[in-house]
């Protein structure tokens, strides 16, 4: 019987919390709103989709929400394009690579859109880590709502009660409780004030946490 690992991507494989946010005060600026630090920080896990919207229905944006949309994906590539030392968050890779050898089925589901997932796992080298990856551009509804989590396990013909979750935002930790799975919320200080108090296990650094750890989480 076959279990799953399902990895975030901001936050959780990359620290891109920094960068998203930085791309998104320069677009504050140009738009001319006003968007206070807590604010913004509720934002983290869900997509441009959902932040956009929510923001179109407090503020009078000059511009409609899809040119807004497609102005953030241009500029975080080019940001990230721009950074020659971009690395993955300490330890995560060797985790990624223990679990496919362990024989776990892993998936990544993230917000960000898949230009963006491309090019970070393809920088690196861990694409071939992962049987599915899915991008909030493939569903409707983004987290919290557990569509993108459910995806990951349909895909995969794995049960909800036999995955796993790992995320650094309350937006996704809600989300994978509301698939029914489990959730291992990691402590990224850049990820801002997040309640991860749901999760069924707490860490602050991917060597806290081994394979067997995870195992152990499922029934």
């Not at 940001?79 to 690395?87: D, F, M, N, Q």
């Not at 509804?141 to 989590?149: A, C, Q, R, T, V």
């Not at 990691?186 to 069924?200: A, E, M």
């Amino acid at each position: 019987m076959k279990q799953c690992v399902i990895f975030d991507m901001d936050g959780v494989i990359i620290d891109s919390e920094p960068i998203h946010q930085e791309c998104e005060r320069e677009l504050f600026r140009m738009l001319g709103i006003k968007v206070t630090n807590d604010e913004h920080d509720c934002f983290i896990g869900t997509t441009d989709e959902v932040m956009w919207s929510k923001l179109g229905n407090m503020h009078t944006l000059p511009i409609k929400i899809s040119e807004i949309i497609q102005l953030k994906k241009t500029l975080y590539l080019e940001y990230l394009k721009r950074e020659t030392y971009l690395k993955p968050i300490p330890f995560v890779v060797e985790l990624i690579a223990d679990l496919y050898k362990k024989g776990f089925l892993l998936a990544l589901a993230s917000s960000s859109p898949h230009e963006q997932i491309k090019y970070i796992l393809t920088a690196f080298g861990i694409q071939r880590y992962f049987h599915v990856n899915i991008s909030g551009e493939d569903v409707k509804l983004g987290k919290p709502n557990p569509e993108i989590f459910i995806l990951a396990s349909e895909l995969l013909r794995v049960s909800p009660e036999l995955c796993v979750v790992i995320e650094d935002s309350y937006n996704g930790v809600t989300a994978a409780k509301n698939a029914n799975m489990k959730c291992i919320g990691y402590k990224n200080p850049n990820s801002g004030k997040q309640d991860l108090s749901q999760s069924d296990l707490i860490v602050g650094s991917f060597n806290e946490l081994s394979a067997g750890m995870i195992y152990d989480l499922l029934p």
